[in-house]
């Protein structure tokens, strides 16, 4: 099975005629690193390689190979007929599929047109080690917090679930803690070296995500991962977590690390805004949002990260409210923050990515033009 490259979608392969199967695919997808797969009634696979799409060399697929696609999916759940049934009534709905001993896939199975499509993105479940990642130093430390809560932002397929399971894997690795985790799936499976870990999924651990953060509160956690923030009952949580002693990381979908902060805001209690509000500006440590870049030399990614570490000054901007004001404390390198310009001139300046992956990802081009020059600004200024 080749891989075409989707400048338009290529006819079907009239040599591609044996009947292909799920596990053809995801065979396919592990043998050349693809990140996520696209099967889709009346349309060809296709393939996301390294944030690029790629059409497989196969014919479309059919309704009757979906249907049979989606029973082998939702058959290997725990709850078959309830997953069917969220899929018939609402239209979608979010599973794990297991393949083989091999790696484990978050899937959605949803409707296009009324007929099946599904995306499967593949979880790597080797926890990574941060040299591997080419994270920046002060992430790694961000695993010696003892209480207070880290937020990690950024778009979907960003990386935002490995960087934080190389975190929590650090902390397992390094200090006896009880650790708690509610994903939805899991992801990495973390298993006890220091520390002893519980990971609830959602959907089978637990009825709800609500329910599981409730229940997680009375399993005496001191570090706490929360798989995402998705709505007020779960920042209420995480902030009365943060506010009581414990350690919380997260994720919310934001574009860079000021904006991530109106996201929570835009997600407090209405009749707890001023309380929550306080309990962000105190207990906050950092934000990290993240971007993915092309590398120079075209094999993989490398993160870029926006960091803002809660100084006094970012503090007292939450808690006054003053958010505009949060801007130019991410350029403050001197505090372990950092713009995404700064580290796009970095990466570019190491050589790691190219000038049109580093105008492609920035926050403003031109000051990013400057400083690839040697002018530097404050807002990217390299010190």
Do not use: W
């Not at 990642?133 to 917090?145: M, T």
């Not at 207070?148 to 935002?160: D, L």
């Not at 809660?310 to 390198?333: C, D, Q, W, Y």
């Not at 923050?337 to 990802?361: M, P, W, Y």
């Amino acid at each position: 099975m080749s891989i075409e490259t989707p400048a338009s979608a290529p006819a079907a392969s009239p040599a591609a005629e044996r009947k292909l199967t799920l596990h053809d695919f995801l065979r396919t997808a592990i043998k050349i690193n693809a990140s996520d797969i696209h099967l889709q009634a009346g349309s060809i696979p296709m393939l996301r390689v390294d944030g690029r799409p790629k059409f497989l060399d196969c014919p479309a697929l059919s309704d009757d190979t979906m249907k049979a696609i989606v029973k082998q999916i939702i058959d290997r759940q725990q709850e078959p007929t309830e997953k069917q049934h969220l899929l018939d009534h609402k239209g979608a709905v979010d599973l794990a599929y297991q393949f083989e001993n091999v790696a484990r896939f978050r899937t959605n199975i949803f409707h296009s047109r009324e007929r099946y499509a599904i995306v499967m993105r593949k979880i790597v479940t080797k926890i990574p080690n941060f040299g591997d990642l080419s994270l920046p130093p002060q992430i790694e430390k961000f695993a010696e917090f003892h209480r207070g809560i880290v937020i990690v932002s950024g778009t979907t397929g960003s990386g935002k679930s490995t960087t934080l399971a190389a975190i929590i894997g650090n902390i397992n690795k390094n200090r006896a803690e009880r650790i708690i985790t509610v994903e939805d799936p899991i992801e990495y499976q973390h298993e006890n070296a220091m520390s002893l870990i519980s990971q609830v999924e959602v959907g089978a651990d637990s009825e709800s995500f609500e329910y599981a953060l409730r229940a997680m509160m009375r399993q005496d956690p001191d570090v706490i991962l929360i798989g995402e923030i998705r709505d007020s009952a779960s920042m209420t949580i995480a902030l009365r977590a943060a506010d009581t002693g414990h350690l919380v990381f997260t994720t919310v979908h934001a574009t860079n690390a000021p904006m991530t902060i109106e996201r929570c805001v835009s997600l407090f209690d209405e009749n707890q805004k001023e309380l929550q509000q306080t309990q962000l500006g105190l207990n906050l440590n950092a934000i990290v949002c993240q971007r993915l870049a092309k590398k120079r030399d075209g094999k993989g990614r490398v993160p870029v990260d926006e960091i803002m570490m809660a100084t006094p000054l970012v503090r007292k901007h939450i808690m006054e409210g003053e958010f505009e004001k949060l801007k130019s404390a991410v350029g403050n390198r001197e505090s372990g923050s950092q713009s995404f310009d700064q580290h796009l001139t970095e990466l570019f300046n190491k050589q790691i990515i190219d000038v049109g992956e580093a105008k492609r990802l920035a926050t403003n081009v031109d000051a990013l033009n400057l400083a690839l020059r040697g002018i530097s600004n404050s807002d990217t200024k390299l010190r």
